[in-house]
């Protein structure tokens, strides 16, 4: 079946420092891909929703310059963490496929620990 | 408002018996369902979901659901569960309208006892 690739699956970096977490469809073409967050016990928050060719569209509270999504083909979206603080340390997680979910496949998902 | 409701935070089942996760949504109209579960620090993976027919949904690892429409509800069941199905489980919604993201249910915590 089809597969979502996300990597790296755990990041460990230093407070002021950009991380790239990188989303692939792997054998689809995704022309939306989604990214979520996810604290420790709380439920998965959508960040932004990915278009290929366009922009990104952010979830309200979301701050664009901080969470630099690009999708610039129909198999790989990126997110990156620019100036990580403490308070980025979460559980990223990406989603791509169709039309309302029935071609939805999720990433294993990325551990940012931000020291 | 627009929502997903997993009432029950966290719930403890004694190995074999039976399980009834809880969720509801408030969306005019019916919106595609899903359930999914997470394993600590792993991604989703998707039990099973609803867009149309029959309400009675069979899912993977013995799971099922059920829609009631007249109640806005999708509650996830198991006959017997093992205790390798302890985890986090999420209600999860797509609105009616093409190509939206999931919305998640805050996710309810089960923990099994032997």
């Known amino acids: 079946g089809a597969v979502v690739s996300q990597h790296p699956s755990r990041v460990i970096c230093k407070s002021g420092t950009s991380v790239k977490i990188e989303c692939r469809s792997l054998d689809f073409q995704a022309t939306t891909m989604f990214w979520y967050r996810q604290f420790p016990k709380q439920s998965l928050m959508l960040m932004a929703t990915?278009?290929?060719?366009?922009?990104?569209?952010?979830e309200q509270g979301v701050e664009k310059d901080k969470f630099l999504i690009n999708h610039a083909s129909l198999t790989l979206s990126t997110l990156t963490v620019t100036s990580a603080h403490p308070e980025d340390s979460s559980f990223y997680i990406c989603s791509a496929g169709g039309d309302r979910g029935e071609k939805l496949f999720f990433g294993s998902g990325t551990q940012l620990s931000v020291l | 408002a627009q929502s997903v409701t997993q009432p029950d935070i966290h719930i403890t089942v004694s190995e074999g018996a039976s399980l009834e996760l809880r969720c509801n949504y408030s969306y005019g109209a019916t919106p595609y369902l899903f359930w999914y579960v997470q394993s600590p620090g792993q991604g989703l993976q998707l039990l099973l979901k609803y867009f149309s027919g029959d309400t009675l949904v069979q899912g993977i690892k013995g799971f099922e659901a059920e829609f009631k429409r007249s109640q806005s509800s999708f509650n996830l069941r198991k006959p017997s569960v093992h205790w390798s199905d302890a985890a986090e489980y999420f209600c999860?919604?797509?609105?009616?309208?093409?190509?939206?993201?999931?919305?998640f249910g805050k996710g309810t915590t089960l923990s099994v006892s032997s």
């Open positions: 999860a919604v797509v609105p009616n309208q093409a190509g939206t993201a999931l919305i």
């Open positions: 990915s278009n290929e060719g366009s922009k990104a569209t952010y």
